[in-house]
Protein backbone atom coordinates (compact mmCIF):
# COMPACT_ATOMS: atom_id res chain seq x y z
CA UNK A 1 0.00 0.00 0.00
CA UNK A 2 1.23 3.32 -0.84
CA UNK A 3 2.15 5.62 2.09
CA UNK A 4 3.14 2.90 4.47
CA UNK A 5 -0.62 2.57 5.75
CA UNK A 6 -1.90 5.17 4.59
CA UNK A 7 -3.74 6.48 1.67
CA UNK A 8 -4.75 10.05 0.80
CA UNK A 9 -6.43 10.97 4.38
CA UNK A 10 -7.31 7.69 5.26
CA UNK A 11 -5.08 5.54 7.92
CA UNK A 12 -5.51 1.68 7.18
CA UNK A 13 -6.09 -0.31 10.27
CA UNK A 14 -7.19 -4.14 9.76
CA UNK A 15 -7.65 -5.58 6.11
CA UNK A 16 -11.36 -7.02 6.89
CA UNK A 17 -11.89 -8.55 3.84
CA UNK A 18 -10.39 -9.60 0.60
CA UNK A 19 -11.96 -10.84 -3.03
CA UNK A 20 -11.42 -10.81 -6.66
CA UNK A 21 -12.17 -7.07 -7.08
CA UNK A 22 -10.14 -5.48 -4.44
CA UNK A 23 -10.21 -5.40 -0.51
CA UNK A 24 -12.21 -4.14 2.19
CA UNK A 25 -10.54 -2.06 5.08
CA UNK A 26 -11.26 -0.96 8.35
CA UNK A 27 -9.55 2.36 7.97
CA UNK A 28 -9.57 5.89 9.77
CA UNK A 29 -11.10 8.91 8.26
CA UNK A 30 -8.24 11.33 9.79
CA UNK A 31 -10.24 14.62 8.25
CA UNK A 32 -13.54 13.47 10.52
CA UNK A 33 -12.23 11.45 12.96
CA UNK A 34 -14.17 9.05 12.51
CA UNK A 35 -14.03 4.78 11.59
CA UNK A 36 -15.04 3.49 7.91
CA UNK A 37 -15.08 0.88 5.77
CA UNK A 38 -13.12 1.36 2.58
CA UNK A 39 -13.56 -0.37 -0.35
CA UNK A 40 -10.06 -0.96 -2.51
CA UNK A 41 -10.47 -1.39 -5.80
CA UNK A 42 -7.40 -3.14 -7.85
CA UNK A 43 -4.67 -0.63 -9.34
CA UNK A 44 -5.57 -1.34 -13.03
CA UNK A 45 -9.11 -0.93 -12.66
CA UNK A 46 -8.05 2.82 -11.87
CA UNK A 47 -6.16 3.41 -15.67
CA UNK A 48 -9.18 1.95 -17.61
CA UNK A 49 -11.27 4.71 -18.61
CA UNK A 50 -14.41 3.27 -19.75
CA UNK A 51 -14.40 1.96 -15.85
CA UNK A 52 -13.97 4.72 -14.33
CA UNK A 53 -16.59 6.50 -15.88
CA UNK A 54 -18.94 3.62 -15.32
CA UNK A 55 -17.93 3.17 -11.63
CA UNK A 56 -18.30 6.86 -11.23
CA UNK A 57 -21.50 6.92 -12.35
CA UNK A 58 -23.05 3.99 -10.28
CA UNK A 59 -20.84 4.94 -7.10
CA UNK A 60 -22.81 8.27 -7.61
CA UNK A 61 -26.25 6.25 -7.90
CA UNK A 62 -25.27 4.39 -4.78
CA UNK A 63 -24.43 6.90 -2.88
CA UNK A 64 -28.40 8.43 -3.25
CA UNK A 65 -29.37 5.28 -1.69
CA UNK A 66 -31.10 5.40 1.60
CA UNK A 67 -32.56 2.53 3.22
CA UNK A 68 -32.47 0.56 6.86
CA UNK A 69 -30.87 -2.45 5.17
CA UNK A 70 -28.71 -0.21 2.69
CA UNK A 71 -25.14 1.00 3.86
CA UNK A 72 -24.46 4.44 3.37
CA UNK A 73 -21.80 5.59 0.95
CA UNK A 74 -19.51 8.59 2.70
CA UNK A 75 -17.10 9.28 -0.06
CA UNK A 76 -15.69 7.66 -3.57
CA UNK A 77 -13.36 8.62 -5.87
CA UNK A 78 -9.58 8.39 -6.71
CA UNK A 79 -6.71 8.54 -4.31
CA UNK A 80 -3.09 7.71 -4.85
CA UNK A 81 -3.95 5.79 -7.65
CA UNK A 82 -6.55 3.65 -6.51
CA UNK A 83 -10.26 3.96 -6.70
CA UNK A 84 -12.01 3.87 -3.89
CA UNK A 85 -15.28 3.54 -1.57
CA UNK A 86 -15.59 5.28 1.92
CA UNK A 87 -18.75 3.19 3.64
CA UNK A 88 -20.14 3.41 6.66
CA UNK A 89 -19.04 0.41 9.10
CA UNK A 90 -21.29 -2.33 10.07
CA UNK A 91 -19.81 -4.77 12.81
CA UNK A 92 -22.16 -7.28 11.20
CA UNK A 93 -21.37 -11.44 10.40
CA UNK A 94 -20.68 -12.22 6.79
CA UNK A 95 -23.76 -14.77 6.01
CA UNK A 96 -21.70 -16.57 3.34
CA UNK A 97 -19.69 -17.70 6.87
CA UNK A 98 -22.82 -18.36 8.63
CA UNK A 99 -24.17 -20.53 6.38
CA UNK A 100 -21.05 -22.35 5.81
CA UNK A 101 -20.92 -22.65 10.23
CA UNK A 102 -24.28 -23.65 10.74
CA UNK A 103 -25.67 -24.83 7.01
CA UNK A 104 -28.97 -23.22 6.98
CA UNK A 105 -31.37 -21.25 8.50
CA UNK A 106 -34.71 -21.96 9.72
CA UNK A 107 -37.37 -21.03 7.28
CA UNK A 108 -38.67 -18.46 9.35
CA UNK A 109 -35.63 -16.74 9.90
CA UNK A 110 -34.71 -17.84 6.32
CA UNK A 111 -37.89 -15.62 4.82
CA UNK A 112 -37.21 -12.84 7.32
CA UNK A 113 -33.72 -12.07 6.09
CA UNK A 114 -35.05 -12.60 2.50
CA UNK A 115 -37.32 -9.67 2.74
CA UNK A 116 -35.55 -7.26 4.22
CA UNK A 117 -32.49 -7.86 1.57
CA UNK A 118 -35.73 -7.93 -1.25
CA UNK A 119 -35.98 -4.36 0.62
CA UNK A 120 -32.88 -2.70 -0.13
CA UNK A 121 -32.86 -4.20 -3.68
CA UNK A 122 -36.07 -2.30 -4.28
CA UNK A 123 -34.56 0.67 -3.18
CA UNK A 124 -31.94 0.50 -5.53
CA UNK A 125 -34.05 -0.55 -8.49
CA UNK A 126 -35.86 2.13 -8.34
CA UNK A 127 -33.14 4.29 -8.04
CA UNK A 128 -31.95 2.84 -11.22
CA UNK A 129 -29.28 0.53 -10.49
CA UNK A 130 -28.68 -2.56 -10.36
CA UNK A 131 -26.41 -4.96 -8.05
CA UNK A 132 -25.44 -7.58 -9.70
CA UNK A 133 -23.95 -9.58 -6.85
CA UNK A 134 -26.70 -10.91 -4.94
CA UNK A 135 -25.16 -13.39 -2.58
CA UNK A 136 -24.00 -14.18 0.87
CA UNK A 137 -20.97 -12.40 1.04
CA UNK A 138 -22.68 -9.38 0.42
CA UNK A 139 -24.77 -9.52 2.78
CA UNK A 140 -24.09 -8.34 6.67
CA UNK A 141 -26.32 -9.86 9.98
CA UNK A 142 -26.15 -8.28 12.87
CA UNK A 143 -27.19 -10.76 16.38
CA UNK A 144 -30.16 -9.41 16.29
CA UNK A 145 -31.50 -10.22 13.35
CA UNK A 146 -30.82 -6.94 11.36
CA UNK A 147 -29.31 -7.37 7.71
CA UNK A 148 -27.43 -5.48 4.80
CA UNK A 149 -27.03 -5.43 1.55
CA UNK A 150 -23.48 -4.34 0.92
CA UNK A 151 -21.23 -3.91 -2.24
CA UNK A 152 -23.85 -1.03 -4.41
CA UNK A 153 -22.25 -0.44 -7.18
CA UNK A 154 -18.99 -1.97 -7.32
CA UNK A 155 -18.78 -4.50 -10.36
CA UNK A 156 -17.27 -7.84 -9.88
CA UNK A 157 -15.48 -9.81 -12.45
CA UNK A 158 -16.89 -12.98 -14.03
CA UNK A 159 -15.81 -15.81 -11.25
CA UNK A 160 -15.22 -13.36 -8.76
CA UNK A 161 -11.92 -12.51 -11.02
CA UNK A 162 -11.36 -9.65 -12.94
CA UNK A 163 -12.97 -7.56 -15.57
CA UNK A 164 -12.05 -8.01 -18.65
CA UNK A 165 -13.58 -5.19 -20.39
CA UNK A 166 -16.36 -2.85 -20.75
CA UNK A 167 -19.85 -4.68 -21.59
CA UNK A 168 -18.81 -7.91 -19.89
CA UNK A 169 -21.10 -9.57 -17.12
CA UNK A 170 -19.85 -9.22 -14.23
CA UNK A 171 -20.85 -11.24 -10.75
CA UNK A 172 -20.49 -14.43 -9.53
CA UNK A 173 -21.47 -17.52 -11.60
CA UNK A 174 -23.77 -19.42 -8.70
CA UNK A 175 -25.76 -16.67 -8.58
CA UNK A 176 -25.57 -15.12 -12.18
CA UNK A 177 -28.80 -15.29 -14.19
CA UNK A 178 -29.29 -16.87 -17.64
CA UNK A 179 -29.28 -13.73 -19.49
CA UNK A 180 -26.35 -12.43 -17.95
CA UNK A 181 -24.47 -14.54 -19.98
CA UNK A 182 -25.42 -12.73 -23.03
CA UNK A 183 -24.40 -9.38 -21.79
CA UNK A 184 -27.69 -8.26 -20.89
CA UNK A 185 -29.35 -7.46 -17.37
CA UNK A 186 -32.52 -5.95 -15.74
CA UNK A 187 -33.37 -5.64 -12.00
CA UNK A 188 -35.01 -9.19 -12.71
CA UNK A 189 -31.63 -10.64 -13.13
CA UNK A 190 -31.08 -9.39 -9.28
CA UNK A 191 -34.49 -10.99 -8.29
CA UNK A 192 -33.07 -14.31 -10.07
CA UNK A 193 -29.77 -13.91 -7.71
CA UNK A 194 -32.24 -13.06 -4.51
CA UNK A 195 -33.79 -16.61 -5.64
CA UNK A 196 -30.47 -18.64 -5.23
CA UNK A 197 -30.15 -16.87 -2.27
CA UNK A 198 -34.03 -17.99 -0.74
CA UNK A 199 -32.48 -21.64 -2.00
CA UNK A 200 -29.02 -21.71 -0.08
CA UNK A 201 -30.41 -19.84 3.44
CA UNK A 202 -32.76 -22.63 3.06
CA UNK A 203 -30.70 -25.84 2.41
CA UNK A 204 -27.18 -24.71 3.17
CA UNK A 205 -26.21 -25.26 -1.06
CA UNK A 206 -26.58 -23.17 -3.51
CA UNK A 207 -29.31 -24.46 -6.19
CA UNK A 208 -26.26 -25.29 -9.00
CA UNK A 209 -23.64 -26.20 -6.92
CA UNK A 210 -21.31 -27.35 -9.75
CA UNK A 211 -17.32 -26.37 -9.00
CA UNK A 212 -17.09 -26.48 -12.66
CA UNK A 213 -18.15 -22.95 -14.20
CA UNK A 214 -19.06 -24.27 -17.37
CA UNK A 215 -21.09 -26.76 -16.00
CA UNK A 216 -22.86 -23.77 -13.42
CA UNK A 217 -23.21 -22.05 -16.21
CA UNK A 218 -25.28 -24.37 -18.24
CA UNK A 219 -26.99 -25.13 -15.10
CA UNK A 220 -28.57 -21.83 -15.31
CA UNK A 221 -29.11 -21.75 -18.49
CA UNK A 222 -30.83 -25.38 -19.09
CA UNK A 223 -31.52 -27.55 -15.53
CA UNK A 224 -34.61 -27.26 -13.92
CA UNK A 225 -34.64 -25.41 -10.18
CA UNK A 226 -34.52 -27.81 -7.75
CA UNK A 227 -36.55 -28.76 -4.83
CA UNK A 228 -35.68 -27.05 -1.47
CA UNK A 229 -38.30 -29.71 0.57
CA UNK A 230 -36.47 -32.63 -0.82
CA UNK A 231 -33.04 -31.18 1.13
CA UNK A 232 -35.39 -30.23 4.34
CA UNK A 233 -38.29 -31.46 5.31
CA UNK A 234 -39.35 -28.53 7.09
CA UNK A 235 -39.56 -26.77 4.20
CA UNK A 236 -43.29 -26.07 2.95
CA UNK A 237 -43.90 -27.45 -0.63
CA UNK A 238 -45.36 -23.88 -1.68
CA UNK A 239 -41.79 -22.60 -1.50
CA UNK A 240 -40.94 -24.38 -3.40
CA UNK A 241 -43.18 -23.28 -6.25
CA UNK A 242 -41.19 -19.61 -4.79
CA UNK A 243 -37.85 -20.47 -5.83
CA UNK A 244 -39.38 -22.00 -8.85
CA UNK A 245 -40.41 -18.64 -10.41
CA UNK A 246 -37.47 -16.98 -9.31
CA UNK A 247 -35.31 -19.01 -10.54
CA UNK A 248 -37.10 -18.84 -13.91
CA UNK A 249 -35.19 -18.96 -17.20
CA UNK A 250 -37.42 -16.33 -19.20
CA UNK A 251 -37.30 -12.86 -17.27
CA UNK A 252 -40.41 -12.21 -18.12
CA UNK A 253 -41.79 -15.47 -15.81
CA UNK A 254 -40.36 -14.36 -12.80
CA UNK A 255 -41.54 -12.07 -10.15
CA UNK A 256 -42.03 -8.43 -10.99
CA UNK A 257 -39.51 -7.07 -8.47
CA UNK A 258 -37.59 -8.46 -5.23
CA UNK A 259 -40.44 -7.11 -3.06
CA UNK A 260 -42.95 -9.86 -5.04
CA UNK A 261 -40.71 -12.69 -4.61
CA UNK A 262 -40.52 -11.84 -0.52
CA UNK A 263 -44.30 -11.03 -0.03
CA UNK A 264 -44.83 -14.64 -1.97
CA UNK A 265 -41.93 -16.20 0.58
CA UNK A 266 -43.84 -14.99 3.31
CA UNK A 267 -47.79 -15.82 2.16
CA UNK A 268 -46.27 -19.54 1.38
CA UNK A 269 -44.51 -19.90 5.02
CA UNK A 270 -47.82 -18.49 6.56
CA UNK A 271 -50.15 -20.90 4.82
CA UNK A 272 -48.18 -24.30 5.70
CA UNK A 273 -50.14 -26.98 7.89
CA UNK A 274 -50.45 -26.39 11.48
CA UNK A 275 -48.20 -29.27 13.25
CA UNK A 276 -50.88 -32.16 14.21
CA UNK A 277 -50.85 -32.61 17.97
CA UNK A 278 -53.03 -35.04 19.23
CA UNK A 279 -56.46 -34.01 19.71
CA UNK A 280 -57.74 -33.71 23.42
CA UNK A 281 -59.58 -36.55 25.62
CA UNK A 282 -63.30 -35.75 25.03
CA UNK A 283 -65.13 -35.16 28.45
CA UNK A 284 -67.60 -37.09 29.82
CA UNK A 285 -71.16 -36.67 29.34
CA UNK A 286 -72.81 -34.85 32.23
CA UNK A 287 -74.75 -36.36 34.36
CA UNK A 288 -77.96 -35.04 35.99
CA UNK A 289 -79.28 -35.03 39.55
CA UNK A 290 -81.62 -37.56 40.63
CA UNK A 291 -85.06 -37.06 41.42
CA UNK A 292 -87.11 -39.42 43.26
CA UNK A 293 -86.34 -42.38 41.42
CA UNK A 294 -86.32 -40.85 38.37
CA UNK A 295 -83.18 -42.04 35.75
CA UNK A 296 -80.14 -39.94 34.81
CA UNK A 297 -79.97 -39.11 30.90
CA UNK A 298 -78.20 -42.07 29.32
CA UNK A 299 -78.07 -44.56 32.16
CA UNK A 300 -79.64 -47.62 31.34
CA UNK A 301 -77.59 -50.28 33.12
CA UNK A 302 -79.62 -52.65 35.39
CA UNK A 303 -81.84 -49.80 36.38
CA UNK A 304 -85.31 -50.33 36.17
CA UNK A 305 -87.03 -46.65 36.91
CA UNK A 306 -89.92 -46.77 39.26
CA UNK A 307 -93.50 -47.28 37.59
CA UNK A 308 -95.26 -43.90 39.41
CA UNK A 309 -92.15 -42.12 37.61
CA UNK A 310 -91.31 -42.55 34.08
CA UNK A 311 -88.20 -41.57 33.07
CA UNK A 312 -88.64 -37.48 31.86
CA UNK A 313 -86.10 -35.45 30.85
CA UNK A 314 -84.64 -33.17 33.26
CA UNK A 315 -83.60 -29.86 32.89
CA UNK A 316 -79.95 -28.71 32.25
CA UNK A 317 -77.70 -28.33 35.62
CA UNK A 318 -74.92 -26.79 36.56
CA UNK A 319 -72.85 -29.39 38.30
CA UNK A 320 -72.07 -32.52 37.71
CA UNK A 321 -72.80 -35.42 40.20
CA UNK A 322 -71.07 -38.69 40.41
CA UNK A 323 -72.66 -41.71 39.45
CA UNK A 324 -74.45 -43.66 41.49
CA UNK A 325 -72.93 -46.69 43.35
CA UNK A 326 -73.17 -50.22 41.72
CA UNK A 327 -76.60 -51.77 42.86
CA UNK A 328 -77.76 -48.88 44.19
CA UNK A 329 -81.78 -48.42 43.72
CA UNK A 330 -83.15 -45.11 43.92
CA UNK A 331 -85.58 -44.47 47.10
CA UNK A 332 -89.74 -44.19 46.23
CA UNK A 333 -91.43 -41.28 44.94
CA UNK A 334 -91.96 -38.80 48.25
CA UNK A 335 -95.09 -37.22 48.79
CA UNK A 336 -95.86 -33.54 48.32
CA UNK A 337 -95.71 -31.56 52.16
CA UNK A 338 -93.54 -34.55 53.66
CA UNK A 339 -91.75 -32.63 56.63
CA UNK A 340 -88.58 -34.73 57.76
CA UNK A 341 -87.77 -35.31 61.41
CA UNK A 342 -83.95 -35.71 60.59
CA UNK A 343 -81.68 -33.14 61.99
CA UNK A 344 -78.28 -34.49 61.22
CA UNK A 345 -76.94 -36.40 58.28
CA UNK A 346 -73.78 -38.57 58.05
CA UNK A 347 -72.27 -40.78 56.18
CA UNK A 348 -73.79 -43.99 57.62
CA UNK A 349 -77.27 -42.40 56.78
CA UNK A 350 -76.14 -42.16 53.25
CA UNK A 351 -78.80 -45.39 52.11
CA UNK A 352 -75.92 -47.52 53.91
CA UNK A 353 -73.61 -46.96 51.66
CA UNK A 354 -71.36 -44.12 52.77
CA UNK A 355 -70.76 -42.73 49.67
CA UNK A 356 -69.29 -39.06 49.65
CA UNK A 357 -71.41 -36.26 47.59
CA UNK A 358 -74.61 -38.84 47.23
CA UNK A 359 -78.04 -38.02 47.60
CA UNK A 360 -79.91 -38.45 50.64
CA UNK A 361 -83.48 -38.19 50.83
CA UNK A 362 -85.55 -36.67 53.13
CA UNK A 363 -83.01 -33.93 54.54
CA UNK A 364 -84.12 -30.59 56.07
CA UNK A 365 -84.76 -27.63 53.46
CA UNK A 366 -85.89 -29.62 50.43
CA UNK A 367 -89.55 -29.00 51.41
CA UNK A 368 -91.32 -26.77 49.67
CA UNK A 369 -88.33 -26.07 46.85
CA UNK A 370 -88.36 -27.10 43.53
CA UNK A 371 -86.64 -30.85 44.91
CA UNK A 372 -89.00 -31.22 47.56
CA UNK A 373 -90.17 -34.82 45.46
CA UNK A 374 -86.59 -35.89 45.40
CA UNK A 375 -83.06 -35.30 46.98
CA UNK A 376 -81.51 -32.19 47.40
CA UNK A 377 -79.04 -32.27 49.82
CA UNK A 378 -75.16 -33.90 49.46
CA UNK A 379 -73.18 -35.03 52.27
CA UNK A 380 -70.08 -32.72 52.44
CA UNK A 381 -66.93 -32.72 54.75
CA UNK A 382 -67.11 -28.78 56.37
CA UNK A 383 -64.74 -26.37 54.75
CA UNK A 384 -61.07 -26.31 55.51
CA UNK A 385 -60.01 -23.63 58.00
CA UNK A 386 -58.68 -20.69 56.35
CA UNK A 387 -54.48 -20.36 56.08
CA UNK A 388 -52.88 -18.20 58.84
CA UNK A 389 -49.88 -16.49 57.98
CA UNK A 390 -47.19 -15.91 60.49
CA UNK A 391 -47.27 -12.18 59.78
CA UNK A 392 -50.90 -12.21 60.52
CA UNK A 393 -49.72 -14.24 64.32
CA UNK A 394 -47.22 -11.56 64.21
CA UNK A 395 -50.12 -8.99 64.34
CA UNK A 396 -52.10 -10.58 66.43
CA UNK A 397 -49.89 -11.10 69.39
CA UNK A 398 -48.70 -7.43 68.71
CA UNK A 399 -52.28 -6.39 68.89
CA UNK A 400 -52.99 -8.49 72.47
CA UNK A 401 -49.59 -6.71 73.97
CA UNK A 402 -51.01 -3.48 72.63
CA UNK A 403 -54.50 -3.77 74.28
CA UNK A 404 -53.10 -4.83 77.64
CA UNK A 405 -51.05 -2.06 78.12
CA UNK A 406 -53.64 0.80 77.09
CA UNK A 407 -55.74 -1.47 79.28
CA UNK A 408 -53.42 -1.26 82.62
CA UNK A 409 -53.02 2.42 81.70
CA UNK A 410 -56.89 3.58 81.83
CA UNK A 411 -56.39 1.75 84.69
CA UNK A 412 -54.19 3.55 86.28
CA UNK A 413 -56.26 6.39 85.00
CA UNK A 414 -59.00 5.74 86.39
CA UNK A 415 -56.95 5.38 89.81
CA UNK A 416 -55.62 8.85 89.49
CA UNK A 417 -59.03 10.96 89.27
CA UNK A 418 -60.08 9.46 92.30
CA UNK A 419 -56.67 9.40 94.39
CA UNK A 420 -55.33 13.20 93.33
CA UNK A 421 -56.49 16.55 94.02
CA UNK A 422 -58.85 18.21 91.67
CA UNK A 423 -55.71 19.70 89.62
CA UNK A 424 -54.32 16.54 89.46
CA UNK A 425 -57.56 15.29 88.55
CA UNK A 426 -57.93 16.81 85.31
CA UNK A 427 -55.09 16.43 83.92
CA UNK A 428 -55.87 12.68 84.68
CA UNK A 429 -58.73 13.01 82.95
CA UNK A 430 -56.99 14.32 80.00
CA UNK A 431 -54.48 11.43 79.90
CA UNK A 432 -57.32 8.88 80.85
CA UNK A 433 -59.76 10.33 77.76
CA UNK A 434 -56.12 10.00 75.51
CA UNK A 435 -55.63 6.56 76.68
CA UNK A 436 -59.26 5.17 76.36
CA UNK A 437 -59.15 6.47 72.97
CA UNK A 438 -56.31 4.51 71.74
CA UNK A 439 -57.56 1.79 73.59
CA UNK A 440 -61.33 1.88 71.81
CA UNK A 441 -59.26 1.77 68.64
CA UNK A 442 -56.84 -1.00 69.41
CA UNK A 443 -60.10 -2.86 70.90
CA UNK A 444 -62.10 -2.22 67.49
CA UNK A 445 -59.46 -3.66 65.58
CA UNK A 446 -59.25 -7.01 68.04
CA UNK A 447 -63.11 -7.05 67.61
CA UNK A 448 -62.70 -7.22 63.66
CA UNK A 449 -60.20 -9.44 63.44
CA UNK A 450 -62.11 -12.01 65.57
CA UNK A 451 -64.97 -11.60 63.17
CA UNK A 452 -62.88 -11.81 60.34
CA UNK A 453 -61.62 -15.38 61.50
CA UNK A 454 -64.62 -16.83 62.70
CA UNK A 455 -66.20 -15.45 58.86
CA UNK A 456 -63.11 -17.61 57.16
CA UNK A 457 -64.23 -19.85 59.01
CA UNK A 458 -67.86 -20.82 58.77
CA UNK A 459 -68.34 -19.97 55.40
CA UNK A 460 -71.49 -22.48 54.05
CA UNK A 461 -71.31 -25.42 52.35
CA UNK A 462 -72.31 -25.04 48.43
CA UNK A 463 -75.46 -26.60 47.73
CA UNK A 464 -75.02 -28.97 44.77
Not at 10 to 27: D, F, K, P
Not at 74 to 94: K, N, Q, T, W
Not at 308 to 334: D, E, H, M, Q, W
Request: charged share 20%; net charge neutral.
Amino acid sequence: MPGAGNLGHYRLVELIGRGGMGQVWLAEDTHLEREVALKLLPVELATDEDYRRRFEREARLAARLRGPHVVPIHAFGELDGRLYIDMELIEGSDLGKTLREVGSLPPDRAVDLITQIAEALDIAHRAGLVHRDVKPSNVLTLPNGFAYLIDFGIARGVGQATITSTGVAVGTWAYMAPERYSGTEDLRSDVYSLACLLFEVLTGAKPFAHTDPVQQMAAHLTADPPRASDRNSLIPAALDAVVARGLAKDPAHRFPSAGALAGAARAALEARPAPVRPAPARPAPPTVKWDGGRAPTGYTPGFTPHAANPVATPSPTRFATPPPPTGYTPPPAISPGYQSSVSSVGPSQLGGSGYPGYPVANLPGTQGGPFQSGVAAYYAPPPPLPKIGFLRVLWWIVLAIVLLFFGLMTIFAIHDIFTRGFESAAVAIGVNVFVDGLFVVFAWLAWREIRLVRRSSHQPVPRH
